[in-house]
């Protein structure tokens, strides 16, 4: 498949100030090395425990935060140098909350005509034109237009919020756990717009999240990251019925079985996720892990190819695999 976004080396490192002189003391490092490919209408997903730093690597594609080093290219072209209005509307965000990435001031027809406003996208009449098909897509009536966001349920809110992102007619959306605060049957209903709209118009997206049966549902290939790093990326299907890393295994036994009489085989992680701001030397997870050896403890596994497409960070990859 054609690569159509190529991250390599990512990393966000923020300073941790103290003192009277906000003297810099030490670094978090957020996002440390991390790579990843998206493909030509492919949908990435990401996932992680909260505070792994996904949310940082997509505020960095759309360019909401610079990186501190690596290499982002799109479509070819580099990302890290300043972008021009050009590559930012190819690159939209769709955030958790929707309350509040939507200005409570504005009406819907105000929300969706900022972006080609912004852009000098077309006249008067374009942009009304764009509004109202654009509010069909996401099944909300022209009466609507007029309304604020408060007047809308969540799930409506969230239809908006994508409506907003489509505007521009973006290559690639960056979905920030776009359905975590939506109830179960209109998190079903976004899926399926994404989906939708992915096979109409063949979007790729960088799909983070945290619930893995929605990743589940919507990627095509999926990478594990665990304090700043990538420690598994393989497509869905593997990763879910063969997943090596011990981390992801005891991460994907925690996903619920809607059967009583099923016996799970859960994987209970012992200790504390180690500080970003002092992680651990060696393996950042040799600190919880049952398999964890001198090597591990003092040299840092890459994450290299065990099968085609699939690629685990870990020392002890070959034996775990068999």
Request: aromatic share 6%; hydrophobic share 40%; glycine share 8%.
């Given at each position: ?99 509040g990435s939507l200005n409570p ?53 969230q239809r908006i919020a994508i ?136 040299d840092e596994p890459i994450l ?19």
């Amino acid at each position: 498949m054609e690569t159509f976004l190529r991250v390599r080396g990512l990393k966000k490192h923020f300073p941790l100030k103290s003192g009277l002189l906000r003297k810099t003391v030490g670094l978090v490092k957020a996002v440390d090395n991390v790579n990843f490919d998206v493909y030509r209408g492919d949908t990435f997903g990401l996932v992680g425990e909260s505070g792994c730093g996904k949310t940082t690597v997509g505020k960095i594609m759309v360019g909401l935060l610079e990186a501190d080093g690596g290499d982002v290219t799109f479509e070819g072209k580099p990302m890290m140098a300043k972008r021009n209005l050009a590559m930012r509307k190819n690159i939209q965000i769709v955030f958790q909350d929707p309350y509040g990435s939507l200005n409570p001031r504005m009406t819907v027809h105000e929300l969706l005509a900022e972006p080609m406003k912004k852009h000098k996208m077309g006249n008067k009449t374009e942009i009304n034109q764009k509004v109202l098909e654009t509010i069909d897509i996401i099944s909300l009536n022209k009466r609507d237009l007029y309304k604020y966001p408060h007047e809308f349920s969540g799930g409506q809110r969230q239809r908006i919020a994508i409506a907003r992102a489509l505007m521009l007619e973006p290559q690639l959306l960056v979905c920030d756990e776009p359905v975590s605060a939506l109830d179960v049957s209109v998190q079903a209903q976004i899926l399926n717009l994404f989906k939708r709209l992915q096979q109409e118009r063949g979007i790729s997206y960088l799909f983070i999240a945290h619930g893995l049966a929605t990743v589940k549902h919507i990627s095509n290939r999926v990478g594990v990251m665990y304090l700043g790093q990538m420690v598994e990326m393989a497509e869905t299907k593997t990763m879910f019925d063969a997943c090596v890393h011990p981390y992801t295994r005891a991460l994907f036994s925690s996903i619920p079985v809607p059967d009583p009489t099923h016996k799970s085989n859960r994987v209970i992680l012992h200790g504390e996720v180690p500080s970003p701001l002092n992680p651990p030397p060696g393996c950042k997870f040799h600190t919880r892990c049952i398999y964890a050896c001198e090597h591990c403890k003092q040299d840092e596994p890459i994450l290299r190819e065990i099968a085609p497409g699939h690629r685990v960070a870990c020392h002890l990859s070959e034996q775990l695999a068999r």
